[in-house]
């Protein structure tokens, strides 16, 4: 035995070293890896997925190794993402939420090319600032309504079965426990919207479905999801957005995309809830002073 024991002794003291770990660089390249295969073998569907905070779900889902159906109801904004996502695992689509055919044809779209999904975020939405209750034309009224409600409910039901049992819905409303002066169409949409969420997260319950919502504050993107506003309008209204955000700032897409991939993808014992992401307004704290 003491024998056994020496000729172990003296391997243990010959043998060259096990490597040891390249702080910086294997830790780093192992995180990496470990973004990069995130979300592999996972099939999600975003609309209005070509630019602002739907483009940054699109953009985190990749990253991590999603295969993407995205949609965007602008030509010009669908070209784009085309020609960005060219090489990677994205199908990019024009559809106008509004349009019943163009929900249809989604849907079939959807199941031809990924079948079965695990995810779908309804990100898709317009806003026109109406600025005082007598300015608000009936146009505009049904504009807002047929995309942010009427798009958003025939979305869900056209790919339910679509989605797998145990999947998600994330919706994107907004934060709206406080008021938008000039925005009540925009603002009553999303409410039906939120409305909706509650009762699909309840009916999906059979087949575990989770249904959850993320409501966004103020958050920079390049048209503040305010259709027609012109560069001094735009600045104005961030300006205004930090000063009555009580971190006094505006949020990022990113930080969006992060609520939204939480809900769909970690928060598994959740359903039917919205999560703030707007530093702090709609919770009534007062804004920082310094």
């Keep these: 035995m003491v024998t056994t024991v020496l000729a172990d002794l003296e391997r243990i003291w010959t043998e060259p070293a096990a490597p040891v770990c390249r702080v910086g660089v294997d830790i780093a390249n192992g995180w990496e890896l470990e973004i990069m ?53 994205a199908h990019v689509v024009r559809s106008d939420a509004a349009s019943m055919a163009d929900i249809a044809a989604l849907g079939a779209l959807v199941e031809d090319t990924l079948g079965a999904v695990d995810a779908v975020f309804v990100n898709h939405g317009i806003a026109e600032v109406d600025h005082v209750l007598e300015a608000v034309t009936e146009e505009s009224y049904d504009r807002q309504f047929a995309v942010n409600a009427k798009g958003a409910f025939f979305t869900v039901q056209r790919l ?49 479905i989770r249904v959850n919502a993320v409501a966004p504050g103020f958050i920079k993107t390049p048209t503040m999801g305010v259709a027609g506003m012109s560069d001094a309008e735009r600045a104005a209204f961030e300006e205004q957005g930090s000063a009555m955000t009580p971190l006094q700032r505006m949020g990022t897409v990113e930080e969006v995309a992060a609520a939204a991939l939480f809900l769909a993808f970690d928060a598994t014992f959740t359903t039917g809830v919205e999560l703030a992401v707007d530093g702090g307004w709609a919770q009534g704290i007062p804004a920082a002073t310094s």
């Design 160 to 208: 339910a079965p679509l989605v797998r049992d145990g999947g998600a819905f994330v919706l994107t409303t907004v934060a709206n426990d406080l008021i938008f002066p000039g925005m009540s169409v925009y603002s009553g949409s999303k409410e039906a919207l939120r409305s909706f969420g509650q009762v699909f997260a309840a009916e999906f319950l059979p087949r575990r």
């Design 37 to 89: 295969s995130r979300y592999a073998g996972t099939k999600a569907v975003v609309t209005g997925g070509t630019h602002g905070m739907g483009r940054a779900i699109v953009d985190a889902l990749l990253d991590g190794g999603a295969e993407v159906v995205l949609t965007g109801r602008s030509e010009t904004t669908v070209e784009k993402a085309r020609t960005d996502l060219a090489a990677r695992r």
